[in-house]
Each structure stands twice: as C-alpha cells, then as structure tokens.
C-alpha cells in the first residue's frame, strides 16, 4: 500500500461500518480488487498544481490510495468532489445491499426490528452514539416501503391481467 490517502467525510454509522468492511484498521486499505478500490483508482488524479494536500478532520475516513502499475499514487493522488461523491454513493449503495440482505427476511417473521437492528450494528462494527441506529432504521424502512410498493403493484398487475377487468 502507499502513504497517501483521500478522506470521505461521511455518517457515523456508515464511517464505522466501512471501516469494519475493510479489516478494522484507519486508515482503511481496500480490499484488492474491491469495486471501491476501482472506483478509487478512476476517481483520482494528478493534484492540481498549487493545491495544497487536504487534512483529515474529525469526521472524515481515510482511505489508503492503492498501489498499481498503471495508477502511480504518488502521481494520481488528488480526488475531485465528483470522486468523492461517487466513492461515498458506492459505498451507501453497498451498505443499503447489506443492510437489505441481513434485514428483509425478518419483516416475514416478525421479529423486532429494534433488536434485529442492533445485532445487526453489533456483527457489521457500528457502536452507537445517539444517531446510528435511528439512521439505521429509517434507510431499511425505505427500502421495505419501496419493495412493499413493488409487491403491491405487481400483484395489481397480476390481478387485473387474469381477471380480464381494465
């Protein structure tokens, strides 16, 4: 791995689960061949010229830049906010996928959801500290209103189709 790095200034919740998605450590160092450890090599540039390199602050992740032979970080270690906002979407998208798969299966049974969340802040790195879980609970309850929305309309659909009636 280099010595340089881009910082991502992101949640609480979504800071301690990236971490904890890439080995524990911070500075994190992607997982090789990770689709944000390629996305990171396309979003990162040569640093413009009289710009000063950016400082971690308090609420932001370091990411280790990594290393390859046709993407030099010690050439291409600047990343524009486009990069940016496209490496924290990635990273979003892909905590919603695990949050979704941990989560859905439960709504059948009925268990609560209040505990199924926190195992699930426990078993991905997440500690609590006033906001997680609330952040949390609100992102699967809008994935479970869109897929609730689709299964609605897709039995619609169904429906009307075999009963012949428009």
């Known amino acids: 791995m280099s010595n340089y790095y881009i910082y991502l200034k992101m949640p609480s919740y979504l800071r301690q689960w990236f971490i904890h998605r890439h080995g524990g450590s911070n500075p994190v160092n992607l997982i090789r061949g990770s689709i944000e450890s390629k996305l990171l090599q396309k979003a990162t540039v040569p640093p413009p010229?009289?710009?000063l390199p950016h400082l971690q602050q308090p609420?932001?992740?370091?990411?280790?830049?990594?290393?390859?032979?046709s993407h030099d970080p010690r050439i291409y270690n600047h990343i524009t906010e486009t990069g940016k906002n496209a490496m924290i979407a990635r990273i979003k998208d892909d905590f919603a996928l695990e949050l979704?798969?941990?989560?859905?299966?439960?709504?059948k049974i009925g268990s609560?959801?209040?505990?199924?969340?926190?195992?699930?802040?426990?078993?991905?790195?997440i500690h609590e500290d006033?906001?997680?879980?609330?952040?949390?609970?609100?992102?699967?309850?809008?994935?479970?209103?869109?897929?609730?929305?689709?299964?609605?309309?897709?039995?619609?659909?169904?429906?009307?189709?075999f009963s012949g009636k428009i």
């Open 59 to 69: 609420d932001e992740v370091a990411i280790c830049i990594p290393y390859s032979k």
């Open 130 to 161: 006033g906001t997680c879980w609330d952040a949390i609970a609100k992102i699967y309850q809008r994935q479970r209103n869109i897929y609730l929305t689709k299964i609605r309309r897709k039995n619609c659909t169904t429906s009307t189709r």
């Open 49 to 51: 010229p009289n710009v």
């Open 112 to 125: 609560q959801q209040k505990d199924l969340i926190y195992l699930f802040m426990e078993q991905h790195g």
């Open 100 to 107: 979704w798969d941990y989560l859905h299966d439960f709504g």
